[in-house]
Each structure stands twice: as C-alpha cells, then as structure tokens.
C-alpha cells in the first residue's frame, strides 16, 4: 500500500502562484509515476501533469495548463510538487495526488487539497 498526503492548497488571487506537495509513504518502491489530477465542481476529474519516478523523470501536461506549470520530484523525500503560475478562477478545484504502478496496474490516491482561485 502506499499513502499520499497533499499539502499546498488554499485562496489565491487571480494571476497568482501555488506550490503544491504530495509525500508518498509505504511501499514506495512500487511507484512508477506520479501525477496530480482536479476534479471541479460538476466536472470529472482531469490529469494536470505527471512525472516518472524512474531516472528519466519523464513529465506530461495537461494543455490547459502546461505553459504555466511544473511538476517535480524529490526522491529522496518521497514528495512530489506542482508549481502552478498565472492561476485562473477555472484553475479552482480540489487537486489529488496520484500513485501509479505499471507492473499491477495499480493506483493511489491522496484526499485531496482544495484549491480557490477568486479575487
């Protein structure tokens, strides 16, 4: 099993920046990628960006949201971010943190951090 906790979220102004951070717990070997994805109100939930454990650190956007945002790893700390830039009110949603691996085709998810973006 493998535990995800979110950290990061909260009220931020139109046009402004958040980092978020994921710590993974538990049987941290079998991760393979990471990710985040949102789910806004009345939406399905949407992958923002996700990045490869492996040394290749292989990443991938969402186009909504790949010109101003990063997603990077500390391995060494189990914890993964999402640098969000140039925040929009359509950026609100709650953000989760995403496990995955390959070999099982198994996945964990984190609760969940509210983002707000509102003046």
């Known amino acids: 099993q493998v535990q995800l906790v979110e950290s990061g979220g909260g009220l931020v102004k139109p046009g402004g920046s958040l980092r978020l951070s994921c710590a993974a717990s538990g049987a941290i070997s079998s991760i393979d990628a990471m990710g985040w994805y949102r789910q806004a109100p009345g939406k399905q939930r949407e992958l923002v960006a996700a990045?490869?454990?492996?040394?290749?650190?292989?990443?991938n956007y969402a186009d909504s949201v790949k010109d101003r945002t990063t997603i990077s790893r500390d391995n060494a700390k189990n914890t993964v971010f999402l640098q969000m830039d140039s925040l929009k009110p359509e950026d609100t949603a709650v953000y989760y943190c995403n496990a995955y691996n390959v070999l099982s085709d198994s996945e964990y998810w984190g609760n969940g951090t509210l983002v707000t973006v509102s003046s």
């Open positions: 990045i490869s454990i492996s040394r290749s650190g292989i990443t």
